[in-house]
Structure formats: structure tokens, C-alpha cells
């Protein structure tokens, strides 16, 4: 059993958890994600370990409320338990002698991107953290985020605040002043991080992306995952989940998440008795 | 009505029910036809049977047994050599082992050793029910041992170490126990209440199960051998997907075998919306390969209601390896059989989804060096086959985690991990069985390994 510490919203439809699970807390590195089933009939679903607690035997989970599989993890309150957690899977990120990093979260991938910048910061990397938000209702972490960065640059979809317009902006700013960057690491929604690997990409500048593909069984048995990276066939879950981003086919994953939009949207109609999204 | 040539075949549901059901097939036999069935073994003093059998089950005596209504006996003669055979019974290859040997088999019909095997073990099966109400027993302060994977050759170790007396713990990486019993072997060929008692038994004896523990990433081996285990068996299977290679795999509703049975057996998509995992089967479903795999597909899409289902294999009917009985349901429940074919691409259409796959015809050159005849493309027959989903049924190797993660662990080139006699490993104290070292067999072979690497294990751990 893996008993919900804590739980609330972060922001509209963002929500935070976390859970007892001593023997993934022992092991968990910034990178690496759980499959979570809720409960007995629930999907495994991933997401990743957005922070974790060794001393407490703890791992948080921040998630977007998607279809039906993320709303019944969200319909879970404090006190109660997930059926089955399984992690940590994936490979933890990797710090290669960088001098000064980019880490860049687009909405949700705000969360995962934490821990990341973390990890270089308290490896006296200098960290920059370029966080990408619809508006500033649906701004969370980004105090968090600054306590672990040397510099820190907001962009919102509205202008509500920071920068309008988008986190590839920034980005290419700080290229155009010359500011040196030795890797880029960005989460977020795929068209984002292809966005991201579009501006990096000329420049030569190394960039990492956490693919989120469909999965299964999260411990490289199905292949539900397969993603084309450098035209190998990869399983994310364990291949990666981070990738070259200059070498991933983003049209393929993009593809591929879209395999049970027509089931997905009927199972959430009929969880929710609504089609509010 | 009965003769002793003709053997009495266990009644099934009609072709046009099961189709639409995921119930058994088989139905199993009554006492009396057990008995009539049993009746026609002759008893032969040399037992030629129980040499085709892997784990020499003694086939004469529990049949002698069953002649004799002796069914307590017949059982516990069963359990002697098999400690699954509710499974074995109903999914072993019995036409190219024990019955392949039966001496009847030449001038009739074999005996059905494996439905009296069924029978017998099915008997038993409600006293096994009743003894779960016990508590577990306890086996603290014993010396612990680790298992790591919770097929049957896990099973079977863990099992057998617990009447050595041990304090074992099963290591599985999925939420549920069980193995390729579990997520591989459809309901209608091994229902998931038998899985069920099998691993509650285990553990009403005092076995511990860890779901969710994937060795390699939550814990390695050494850090269990360093933690107070004293020897560790590794009975991980041959899990991870083999695909072809070929343009067009990755488009939408191209499944590997494994994903559809899993989405299927573990996380019941057939039961979808009920339970949250769903699976496309199409209207037209296509199955490349020629296997147990391929054949628990076929079949699994006709029962998800696919209009069409096609088994595309590159060699004739002959030399498809998957059970006799397998082939006929299949081909009884209206599989399409499309022999002497082999896919070359994938084409799908602008949203990414699978509409077609072009293949090839194939003729048959001389034996390879497995005996059979080997595949050769007819250059030019390139042709079309509608389908919007096809599964990838092609064989599938062993994952590499533990190996690449247990540095004194050595493997061969097909990532099997190399074992001695003993099934000990090349590592001190870590054993190994089952499909993990053999690549992917059989539930017996599988089950006989965890037997033997137990009796190993505790001669290893007497003489620490
Ligand atoms: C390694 C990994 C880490 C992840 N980490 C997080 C995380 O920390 N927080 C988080 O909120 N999400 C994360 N995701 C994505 C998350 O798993 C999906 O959002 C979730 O599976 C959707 O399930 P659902 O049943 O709620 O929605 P569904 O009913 O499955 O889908 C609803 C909609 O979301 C789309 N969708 C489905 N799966 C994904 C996916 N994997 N990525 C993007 N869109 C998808 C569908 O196309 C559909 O339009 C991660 C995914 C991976 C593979
Ligand atoms: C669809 C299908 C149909 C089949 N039909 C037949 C048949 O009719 N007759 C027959 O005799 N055989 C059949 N087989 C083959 C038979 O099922 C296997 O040979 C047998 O199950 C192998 O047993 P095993 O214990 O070695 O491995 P498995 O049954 O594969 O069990 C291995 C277990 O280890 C777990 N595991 C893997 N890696 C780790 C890790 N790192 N940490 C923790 N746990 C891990 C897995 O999740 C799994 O539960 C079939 C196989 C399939 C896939
Ligand atoms: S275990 Fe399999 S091979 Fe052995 S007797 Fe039973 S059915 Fe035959
Ligand atoms: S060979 Fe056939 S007839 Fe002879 S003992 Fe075995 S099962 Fe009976
Ligand atoms: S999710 Fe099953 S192989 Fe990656």
C-alpha cells in the first residue's frame, strides 16, 4: 500500500501528492519517474518524481488532470492509498562537467524540471531557469525553482506575467547575447520541447528533452513506448526517458500520443458524466 | 464407447459461443469420463511417457491411481514432480512430450495425460481453496532467501525453498504475481482464478510477495546479497519484445504481442470501460508469427470482436510451433491462416494509423539448423493486406536490467544468463531458471529449472 501523505492543487487542474513509498525514496534521482495505479481497475499511469524525501521515505508526484486516468489519481485524498506505485524507473539525469545549464519547464513540465535544477545547483553548476505558464493563475514551483537557480526568467502565454509569449524566446535571446550555455534540459508538452531543439539546434548547443510516450508497463516488456531517436527504435522507459532532443522524431511521438484520443475521450465523458475539456 | 485406440476428448464450447467469451474452452471431464480415459493406459512396465515428460512426472502410477479412483493419491504422485499442474495440465505441449511417447500413440490415439492431468489437479483444487482460510505461517527468524520474478519458475523455486525451511521473499516487478500466467496466457486457455490460488497458496505458507519491486532499478542484487539474503534466484522470463525491423513499424495500433496481451490479461481491457486500460483490436487485425504468442493473439482479437483476423507466418501450417490444439481452436474460431507470408512494410495513413501491410510469398528452401525448412522470399510477390491493427508476435529475448546491473553476472550473446548445472550463476549465491536462461520455453521446462535451483540453493546455503 502507498499511503498519500499530502495532497492539494497547485493551480487549475495541477495537483500535488506525496507518497509513502520508503523503498522508491532510497533510490529516486532527479529524472526518473513511477507508474502509478491508482487503484485495482486504474491504468499504470507514469509521472514523473517531481521531489523526494529519503529521511521521510517519501516521493511527490505534481500531475495534470487529463483524462480519466489522472482524474482518479486526483480524486484521491490524504490518509487514503494508490494501489500499486513502481519506481524509480528511467534513468536519473546526468550532470557531464556543464559550467552553466539551462533547464526550461513548460506548465506541468515545471515540476519534473525542479529537482533537475537542484541537483546542478548544489553541484555549483550555474543554473538558468527559463518556466513557461498559460497565465499567471497557472503559475506553481516557480519560488521553488528560484531557490535553486541563479537566474530565473518567467514567461506567460497572456503577458499576465514576466515575458509574453514563449519560453523559446527567451531562449533565443539569451543565444543572440551570446550568454553561455553548455546544455539545455527541457520538459514540457512535445511541441515545446521540438520548439526548444528547433532554436538549440543550429547553435550546436547540446539539448536534452524528457519524452512523455504512451506507456504500459514502464519496465521495457511492451513497447508501448517506442520512440525514434537518431532513427534506433528506443523505449523510453528504459532507453530513456531523456533523450538527444536533436535526434528525437517528434512527429512520430506526437503521433503516437494521439493513438487513443477517440477511446480517451469517451472513458473521461463517462468518469466525469461531462466533456468539460 | 470406447475403444482403447480412441481416446475420449474433453468436451468444448462451440466454436460460434467462444468466440464471443473469454470462459475456457475445454470444459473439462466428468469423473466418469476421467475414468474411461484413465482405463485405456496399459500400465506399460518401461512408462516411455515419463521419459517425453521434462520433469518425469511418474505418469504411470497416478494414472494407475485415477484407474483405481485413487484420487489422492494420484494427485500427490502428480505433486511429487509438478507442483503446477492445474497449469501444466492445460497448457503443456503435451503432443510433442509425454504423449508423443505413449506407446498407443502409434496405433491411436495417446493417452490424454494432460486432461487426466487436469482432471486430478482440478479435483483437488476446492481442498486447496479451503486450506487458504488458514492463517499464513510464520517464518520469521529463518534464513532469508530472495526470489526475483514471480513466473512459474519463481514460483516453483519459491515454493520449494519454503519446505526447506526458509524465509523467502518473491521480488515482482508488476503489480501482480504470476508471470506469463499472469499477463501472457489468455483466460479462455488458463483461467486467472487457478493463477490465483497457485500464488495465494504460496503465500499462505509463508512466502513473502514484493509487487512493484523491479530489480535493477529499485534494488540490485548485490545490495540483496549484501542485505541478509543468502542466495537470490533469478527467475526474470524473456520479456522484452522483439519487432522486425521493417518501415512502418511504430505507426498507430502496430502492437507488440506482449503490449496487446497485456493491456488484455493484466490490465482487462476486454472489460473496457469497467476497467480504465483500453486496446485497439480493429476490424481487420493482423498477427505476425506462428507461435503459442501468436496464436493466444488471434484468438484474443476474435473474442475483442475483430471481423477479420489473419495469422501471418512465414513457413507452412507444419512447422508452426505452437500447439496442435492451439492451431485447431483457432482456425475452428474462424482465424485466417495466411502460410508462406511475410510482412516487408507497414502503411499507414495521414493521422499515422495502420491501414495496410504489404507482404511477401514464401517458399520453402532447404532445412536450417533448426531441421525445418528454411523461408525464402518470392521475389516480386509483393502484395497488400487491409488491416487496421496488427500485433507483432515474433519471439521475444530476456531483459537486460538485471544482467546490466549485477557486474559478476555473465551472460551469453542472446542475453540469456549462463548457469551451471546447479543453476547457479557466475556469481556466488545468485541462481538462475527458467526462460531468463533458456530463452523463451515452456511453463514446465520453467517450473523444473526453479525446482532444481532450490535444491541447489540449499546445498549452497548448508555449506556457508
Ligand atoms: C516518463 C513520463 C513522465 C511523465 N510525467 C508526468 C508528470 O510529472 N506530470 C504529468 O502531469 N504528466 C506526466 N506524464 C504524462 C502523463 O503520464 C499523462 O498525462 C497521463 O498518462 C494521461 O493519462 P489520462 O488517463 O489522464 O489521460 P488520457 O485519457 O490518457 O489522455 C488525455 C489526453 O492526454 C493525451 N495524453 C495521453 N497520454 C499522454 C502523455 N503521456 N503525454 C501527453 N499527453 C498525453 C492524450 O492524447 C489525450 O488527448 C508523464 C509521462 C511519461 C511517459
Ligand atoms: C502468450 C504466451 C503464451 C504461452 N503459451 C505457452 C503454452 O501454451 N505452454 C507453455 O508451456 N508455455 C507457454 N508460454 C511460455 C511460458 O509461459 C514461459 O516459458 C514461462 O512462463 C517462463 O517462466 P519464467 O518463470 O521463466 O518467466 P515468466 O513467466 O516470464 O515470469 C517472469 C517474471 O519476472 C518478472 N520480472 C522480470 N524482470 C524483473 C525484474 N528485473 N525484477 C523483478 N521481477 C522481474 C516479470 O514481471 C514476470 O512476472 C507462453 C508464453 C507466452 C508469452
Ligand atoms: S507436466 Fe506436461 S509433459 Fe509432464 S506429464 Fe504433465 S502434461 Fe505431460
Ligand atoms: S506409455 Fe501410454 S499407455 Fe504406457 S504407461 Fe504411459 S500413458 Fe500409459
Ligand atoms: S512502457 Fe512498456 S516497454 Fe516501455
Redesign the pocket.
Given at each position: 500500500m502507498y499511503k498519500i501523505i499530502e495532497k492539494y492543487s497547485l493551480a487549475p487542474q495541477i495537483e500535488f501528492a506525496r507518497i509513502k513509498a520508503p523503498m522508491i525514496s532510497k533510490k529516486a534521482e532527479p529524472g526518473q519517474f513511477l507508474i502509478v495505479v491508482a487503484c485495482e481497475k486504474s491504468e499504470r499511469i507514469p509521472l514523473t518524481i517531481a521531489d523526494f524525501d529519503r529521511e521521510e521515505g517519501s516521493v511527490s508526484i505534481v500531475f495534470q488532470k487529463m483524462g480519466k486516468g489522472t482524474h482518479k489519481i486526483a480524486d484521491f485524498k490524504a490518509g487514503e492509498s494508490f494501489h500499486a506505485v513502481l519506481g524509480p524507473q528511467g534513468n536519473p539525469t546526468e550532470i557531464e562537467g556543464e559550467k552553466n545549464i539551462v533547464v526550461i519547464g513548460g506548465g506541468i513540465g515545471v515540476a519534473p524540471v525542479y529537482p533537475i535544477a537542484r541537483k546542478f545547483h548544489e553541484n555549483g553548476v550555474h543554473v538558468t531557469s527559463i518556466i513557461g505558464y498559460r497565465g499567471k493563475d497557472f503559475l506553481f514551483w516557480d519560488d521553488k525553482l528560484a531557490a535553486v537557480s541563479n537566474e530565473m526568467k518567467i514567461t506567460t502565454n497572456d503577458g499576465s506575467v514576466g515575458h509574453k509569449g514563449f519560453v523559446t524566446d527567451v531562449l533565443q535571446q539569451m543565444i543572440d547575447n551570446k550568454e553561455p550555455i553548455d546544455r539545455v534540459i527541457a520538459i514540457g508538452p512535445p511541441i515545446m520541447m521540438k520548439a526548444v531543439a528547433d532554436v538549440t539546434r543550429p547553435h550546436g548547443i547540446a539539448t536534452t528533452v524528457s519524452l512523455n510516450s504512451l506507456m504500459v508497463c514502464g519496465m521495457g516488456m511492451c513497447g508501448a513506448c517506442r520512440v525514434t531517436v537518431g532513427g534506433e527504435v528506443k523505449f523510453t522507459c528504459m532507453d530513456g526517458p531523456e533523450f538527444d532532443a536533436h535526434k528525437v522524431d517528434f512527429a512520430e511521438l506526437m503521433q503516437r500520443l494521439g493513438m487513443y484520443k477517440d477511446l480517451e475521450k469517451d472513458a473521461h465523458d463517462e468518469y466525469k458524466g461531462d466533456s468539460n475539456e | 464407447m470406447s475403444d482403447r485406440f480412441t481416446a475420449i476428448h474433453m468436451k468444448e464450447q462451440p466454436a460460434e459461443d467462444r468466440r464471443k467469451n473469454f470462459s475456457e474452452v475445454p470444459c473439462g471431464y466428468t469423473e466418469e469420463e476421467a475414468i474411461l480415459e484413465a482405463n485405456?493406459?496399459?500400465?506399460?512396465k518401461n512408462?516411455?511417457?515419463?521419459e517425453g515428460c521434462p520433469v518425469a512426472i511418474d505418469?504411470?502410477s497416478f494414472?494407475g491411481h485415477l484407474q483405481k479412483r485413487e484420487f489422492d493419491k494420484a494427485i500427490n504422485k502428480i505433486y511429487e514432480a509438478d507442483i503446477l499442474p492445474c497449469v501444466t495440465g492445460r497448457v503443456c505441449p503435451q503432443e510433442s512430450q509425454?504423449q508423443a511417447?505413449?506407446?498407443?500413440?502409434k496405433k491411436g490415439d495417446?493417452?490424454s495425460?494432460g486432461s487426466l492431468e487436469r482432471y486430478v489437479a482440478d479435483r483437488d483444487l476446492d481442498r486447496r481453496r479451503e486450506a487458504l482460510k488458514d492463517a499464513p505461517v510464520d517464518v520469521s527468524g529463518k534464513t532469508k532467501v530472495a526470489v526475483i520474478g514471480s513466473g512459474p519458475a519463481g514460483i516453483a523455486c519459491a515454493a520449494d525453498l519454503n519446505r526447506y525451511g526458509y524465509d523467502v521473499t518473491i521480488f515482482e516487478a508488476f503489480h501482480k504475481a504470476g508471470g506469463v500466467l499472469t499477463y501472457g496466457i489468455p483466460e479462455f486457455r488458463l483461467p486467472k482464478a487457478i493463477v490465483d490460488v497457485e500464488i495465494n497458496s504460496l503465500v499462505q505458507t509463508g512466502v513473502k510477495l514484493v509487487p512493484n519491486a523491479l530489480t535493477g532499478r529499485s534494488f540490485t542484487i548485490d545490495e540483496l546479497m549484501a542485505e541478509d539474503y543468502k542466495a537470490v534466484f533469478v527467475g526474470s522470463g524473456a520479456g522484452l519484445p522483439q519487432f522486425m525491423n521493417i518501415p512502418g513499424e511504430n505507426l498507430n495500433n502496430v502492437y507488440s504481442a506482449n503490449e496487446f496481451l497485456t493491456r488484455v490479461n493484466l490490465m482487462k481491457a476486454h472489460r473496457y470501460p469497467e476497467y480504465d486500460t483500453p486496446v485497439k483490436h480493429g476490424k481487420n487485425c493482423a498477427v505476425i508469427g506462428g507461435g503459442n504468442v501468436a496464436l493466444d493473439v488471434a484468438r484474443t482479437a476474435i473474442r475483442l470482436g475483430s471481423e477479420k483476423v489473419y495469422l501471418i507466418y512465414r513457413r507452412s501450417q507444419e512447422e508452426m510451433p505452437a500447439r496442435h490444439e492451439e492451431i485447431r481452436h483457432a482456425l475452428e474460431e474462424g482465424m485466417e491462416l495466411l502460410a508462406l507470408t511475410n510482412p516487408v512494410a507497414y502503411h499507414g495513413d495521414e493521422s499515422g494509423f495502420l491501414e495496410k501491410i504489404e507482404c511477401v510469398k514464401m517458399e520453402l528452401g532447404e532445412p536450417d539448423d533448426s531441421g525445418r525448412r528454411r523461408p525464402i522470399v518470392k521475389e516480386g510477390s509483393n502484395f497488400f493486406i487491409e488491416a487496421d491493427v496488427c500485433v507483432v508476435s515474433v519471439g521475444s529475448t530476456p531483459n537486460p536490467l538485471i544482467a546490466m546491473t549485477t557486474p559478476l553476472l555473465e551472460t551469453t550473446k542472446w542475453g540469456t544468463i549462463k548457469v551451471d548445472d546447479n543453476g547457479m550463476t557466475t556469481m556466488p549465491g545468485v541462481f538462475a531458471g527458467g526462460d531468463i536462461v533458456t530463452g523463451a520455453a515452456t511453463v514446465i521446462t520453467a517450473m523444473g529449472a526453479g525446482r532444481t535451483a532450490a535444491a541447489s540453493m540449499h546445498e549452497y546455503i548448508k555449506k556457508l
Amino acid at each position: 500500500m502507498y499511503k498519500i501523505i499530502e495532497k492539494y492543487s497547485l493551480a487549475p487542474q495541477i495537483e500535488f501528492a506525496r507518497i509513502k513509498a520508503p523503498m522508491i525514496s532510497k533510490k529516486a534521482e532527479p529524472g526518473q519517474f513511477l507508474i502509478v495505479v491508482a487503484c485495482e481497475k486504474s491504468e499504470r499511469i507514469p509521472l514523473t518524481i517531481a521531489d523526494f524525501d529519503r529521511e521521510e521515505g517519501s516521493v511527490s508526484i505534481v500531475f495534470q488532470k487529463m483524462g480519466k486516468g489522472t482524474h482518479k489519481i486526483a480524486d484521491f485524498k490524504a490518509g487514503e492509498s494508490f494501489h500499486a506505485v513502481l519506481g524509480p524507473q528511467g534513468n536519473p539525469t546526468e550532470i557531464e562537467g556543464e559550467k552553466n545549464i539551462v533547464v526550461i519547464g513548460g506548465g506541468i513540465g515545471v515540476a519534473p524540471v525542479y529537482p533537475i535544477a537542484r541537483k546542478f545547483h548544489e553541484n555549483g553548476v550555474h543554473v538558468t531557469s527559463i518556466i513557461g505558464y498559460r497565465g499567471k493563475d497557472f503559475l506553481f514551483w516557480d519560488d521553488k525553482l528560484a531557490a535553486v537557480s541563479n537566474e530565473m526568467k518567467i514567461t506567460t502565454n497572456d503577458g499576465s506575467v514576466g515575458h509574453k509569449g514563449f519560453v523559446t524566446d527567451v531562449l533565443q535571446q539569451m543565444i543572440d547575447n551570446k550568454e553561455p550555455i553548455d546544455r539545455v534540459i527541457a520538459i514540457g508538452p512535445p511541441i515545446m520541447m521540438k520548439a526548444v531543439a528547433d532554436v538549440t539546434r543550429p547553435h550546436g548547443i547540446a539539448t536534452t528533452v524528457s519524452l512523455n510516450s504512451l506507456m504500459v508497463c514502464g519496465m521495457g516488456m511492451c513497447g508501448a513506448c517506442r520512440v525514434t531517436v537518431g532513427g534506433e527504435v528506443k523505449f523510453t522507459c528504459m532507453d530513456g526517458p531523456e533523450f538527444d532532443a536533436h535526434k528525437v522524431d517528434f512527429a512520430e511521438l506526437m503521433q503516437r500520443l494521439g493513438m487513443y484520443k477517440d477511446l480517451e475521450k469517451d472513458a473521461h465523458d463517462e468518469y466525469k458524466g461531462d466533456s468539460n475539456e | 464407447m470406447s475403444d482403447r485406440f480412441t481416446a475420449i476428448h474433453m468436451k468444448e464450447q462451440p466454436a460460434e459461443d467462444r468466440r464471443k467469451n473469454f470462459s475456457e474452452v475445454p470444459c473439462g471431464y466428468t469423473e466418469e469420463e476421467a475414468i474411461l480415459e484413465a482405463n485405456r493406459c496399459l500400465q506399460c512396465k518401461n512408462a516411455p511417457c515419463i521419459e517425453g515428460c521434462p520433469v518425469a512426472i511418474d505418469i504411470r502410477s497416478f494414472i494407475g491411481h485415477l484407474q483405481k479412483r485413487e484420487f489422492d493419491k494420484a494427485i500427490n504422485k502428480i505433486y511429487e514432480a509438478d507442483i503446477l499442474p492445474c497449469v501444466t495440465g492445460r497448457v503443456c505441449p503435451q503432443e510433442s512430450q509425454c504423449q508423443a511417447r505413449c506407446v498407443l500413440d502409434k496405433k491411436g490415439d495417446a493417452v490424454s495425460i494432460g486432461s487426466l492431468e487436469r482432471y486430478v489437479a482440478d479435483r483437488d483444487l476446492d481442498r486447496r481453496r479451503e486450506a487458504l482460510k488458514d492463517a499464513p505461517v510464520d517464518v520469521s527468524g529463518k534464513t532469508k532467501v530472495a526470489v526475483i520474478g514471480s513466473g512459474p519458475a519463481g514460483i516453483a523455486c519459491a515454493a520449494d525453498l519454503n519446505r526447506y525451511g526458509y524465509d523467502v521473499t518473491i521480488f515482482e516487478a508488476f503489480h501482480k504475481a504470476g508471470g506469463v500466467l499472469t499477463y501472457g496466457i489468455p483466460e479462455f486457455r488458463l483461467p486467472k482464478a487457478i493463477v490465483d490460488v497457485e500464488i495465494n497458496s504460496l503465500v499462505q505458507t509463508g512466502v513473502k510477495l514484493v509487487p512493484n519491486a523491479l530489480t535493477g532499478r529499485s534494488f540490485t542484487i548485490d545490495e540483496l546479497m549484501a542485505e541478509d539474503y543468502k542466495a537470490v534466484f533469478v527467475g526474470s522470463g524473456a520479456g522484452l519484445p522483439q519487432f522486425m525491423n521493417i518501415p512502418g513499424e511504430n505507426l498507430n495500433n502496430v502492437y507488440s504481442a506482449n503490449e496487446f496481451l497485456t493491456r488484455v490479461n493484466l490490465m482487462k481491457a476486454h472489460r473496457y470501460p469497467e476497467y480504465d486500460t483500453p486496446v485497439k483490436h480493429g476490424k481487420n487485425c493482423a498477427v505476425i508469427g506462428g507461435g503459442n504468442v501468436a496464436l493466444d493473439v488471434a484468438r484474443t482479437a476474435i473474442r475483442l470482436g475483430s471481423e477479420k483476423v489473419y495469422l501471418i507466418y512465414r513457413r507452412s501450417q507444419e512447422e508452426m510451433p505452437a500447439r496442435h490444439e492451439e492451431i485447431r481452436h483457432a482456425l475452428e474460431e474462424g482465424m485466417e491462416l495466411l502460410a508462406l507470408t511475410n510482412p516487408v512494410a507497414y502503411h499507414g495513413d495521414e493521422s499515422g494509423f495502420l491501414e495496410k501491410i504489404e507482404c511477401v510469398k514464401m517458399e520453402l528452401g532447404e532445412p536450417d539448423d533448426s531441421g525445418r525448412r528454411r523461408p525464402i522470399v518470392k521475389e516480386g510477390s509483393n502484395f497488400f493486406i487491409e488491416a487496421d491493427v496488427c500485433v507483432v508476435s515474433v519471439g521475444s529475448t530476456p531483459n537486460p536490467l538485471i544482467a546490466m546491473t549485477t557486474p559478476l553476472l555473465e551472460t551469453t550473446k542472446w542475453g540469456t544468463i549462463k548457469v551451471d548445472d546447479n543453476g547457479m550463476t557466475t556469481m556466488p549465491g545468485v541462481f538462475a531458471g527458467g526462460d531468463i536462461v533458456t530463452g523463451a520455453a515452456t511453463v514446465i521446462t520453467a517450473m523444473g529449472a526453479g525446482r532444481t535451483a532450490a535444491a541447489s540453493m540449499h546445498e549452497y546455503i548448508k555449506k556457508l
